[in-house]
């Protein structure tokens, strides 16, 4: 009787090939600018092969959101137990991000290419780890009694993300500690204030 042989599982994925692609994509951003980084210019750098590159990315326009915009292999800063002391760091860690030059050189070229709402889903799944992990931290001070429920977490998170990337590309780290400081009070005092000014928006109308 003939046995047949079970199927063989695919190859599975290299992730010393992904990250080393979006290192080099990070790299040639910086050095050459947006129009430059191509995919076969990333192939070379990263040692890897273009097949390689299109069966983990789309595009090149997806693999340049990613290495933008993505944690970078990163782990998302842990809870420290105080909201503002949280909001600080996350509002330094998204500046550090965006006054990179890879990210100065990427979004606006970005911002030009990617004008379609498969672009526009492709950023949204980029960021959705990042987006949940913010929740949470809100999430965390509500369970503390820190801050009241109701607050408006994805709301904020626009704030902070537009906020320190507008800041990052056109100003770098410039005044970095007082800027800091400055936006991650006044994300507090939104958070802090979120029932309340919904209280008086209600009574309004």
């Known amino acids: 009787m003939k046995h047949e042989n079970p199927p ?11 990250e080393a692609t979006l290192v080099a ?11 430059q980084t191509t995919v076969a210019a990333i192939a070379r750098m990263a040692g890897v ?3 390689a590159i299109y069966r983990r990315w789309p595009t090149r326009e997806a693999l340049i959101e990613e290495a933008v915009h993505g944690t970078g292999g990163h782990p998302l800063p842990e809870e420290s137990g105080d909201l ?7 509002v330094r860690i998204f500046l550090v991000r965006a ?10 070229g970005l911002l030009a290419d990617s004008q379609t709402q498969e672009a526009r889903q492709r950023l949204l799944a980029i960021g959705a780890p990042v987006r949940k ?24 998170f ?9 800041r990052g590309l056109t100003r770098g780290v410039e005044d970095e500690e007082d800027f800091v400081d400055a936006l991650a009070g006044s994300l507090y005092v939104l958070a802090a204030h979120a029932t ?3 209280d008086i928006k209600s009574v309004r109308r």
């Open 133 to 156: 992990a913010f929740q949470e931290l809100l999430d965390g001070a509500v369970a503390r009694g820190e801050i009241a429920a109701g607050v408006n977490a994805m709301f904020l």
């Open 49 to 51: 092969n273009t097949p």
């Open 8 to 18: 063989r599982a695919g190859r599975p994925r290299d992730l010393s090939k992904d």
């Open 196 to 198: 309340e000014a919904a």
């Open 25 to 35: 994509t990070r790299r040639l951003l910086a050095e050459v600018g947006y129009q």
């Open 84 to 90: 503002r002391t949280d909001l600080a760091t996350w």
């Open 158 to 166: 626009d704030l902070l993300s537009g906020t320190t990337t507008m």
């Open 99 to 108: 006054a990179r030059p890879a990210a100065r050189a990427g979004v606006p």
